[in-house]
């Protein structure tokens, strides 16, 4: 009779074991089944990165206007003489020689998704878009230029990647343009905002980053390039990684 009783016993605990079991592993499936249906029904969208979190930007130059870090405010400044930084060495936009650089460092790391510069009237067209996973310290090209101007080594450039480059005519349906406003500046017609949207189109540009480099070729005025704004939009790493 005794063992009678314990062989019972045994064969509830066993049942209740493997219903407890059945109802954890229906749990999850209803779980992962909403999950992915509110995923579709509500996707991530790209949204400001440069903006969102602690975002640094430096430049090559000062200039005479507002620091690199204006193109990164939080919020977007209007005034003309403090909220845009300029590659200019006086306020007749006396261009600085040579090439120019704006630097955008990330927290964590992102992938990106667009790109809009927000021009003043004193624009580039023949700039390069370059990402990283570590700084870029020097004016050197990315990885598939083969420019003379290109002072690193092959290795090197191995850890810079193109996301955009302007100068290539494959990629100009890459980027959008837009113009409103008057510039204060100057006399003539001329917009005070040019803004230059980007959708990279390379595989590179799939790779995640935590340094954006806008590196200007050359003004497409003479003037020294001006730039209200940087703005990167796309998510963060850990949210598109599977």
Do not use: C
Not at 39 to 56: A, I
Not at 215 to 226: F, N
């Amino acid at each position: 009779p005794s063992s009678s009783l314990v062989l019972r016993h045994s064969s509830v605990s066993v049942s209740s074991v493997l219903s407890s079991q059945q109802q954890k592993h229906s749990n999850d499936n209803y779980h992962q089944q909403e999950q992915q249906r509110q995923e579709q029904e509500h996707p991530l969208m790209p949204r400001n990165l440069s903006r969102f979190g602690n975002v640094t930007a430096t430049a090559d130059v000062r200039g005479n206007l507002g620091p690199a870090s204006v193109v990164v405010q939080q919020k977007p400044g209007s005034d003309w003489l403090h909220d845009r930084w300029q590659a200019a060495s006086n306020m007749h936009g006396k261009n600085i020689p040579g090439q120019h650089w704006i630097l955008l460092e990330f927290e964590t790391k992102i992938v990106v998704d667009s790109i809009q510069l927000d021009w003043e009237t004193a624009y580039a067209s023949d700039y390069r878009i370059e990402g990283s996973l570590e700084p870029m310290t020097d004016i050197s090209m990315a990885k598939g230029n083969n420019s003379s101007t290109n002072t690193n080594n092959s290795s090197n450039n191995e850890k810079i990647w193109m996301l955009f480059d302007g100068t290539d005519p494959s990629q100009q349906r890459a980027r959008s343009e837009s113009k409103s406003g008057q510039s204060p500046g100057v006399k003539a017609k001329l917009p005070l905002h040019i803004v230059h949207t980007i959708r990279p189109m390379t595989t590179a540009a799939k790779k995640p980053i935590r340094y954006l480099r806008l590196h200007i070729l050359k003004s497409a005025t003479g003037w020294g390039v001006s730039l209200w704004q940087f703005d990167v939009y796309g998510f963060l790493e850990k949210e598109v990684v599977q």
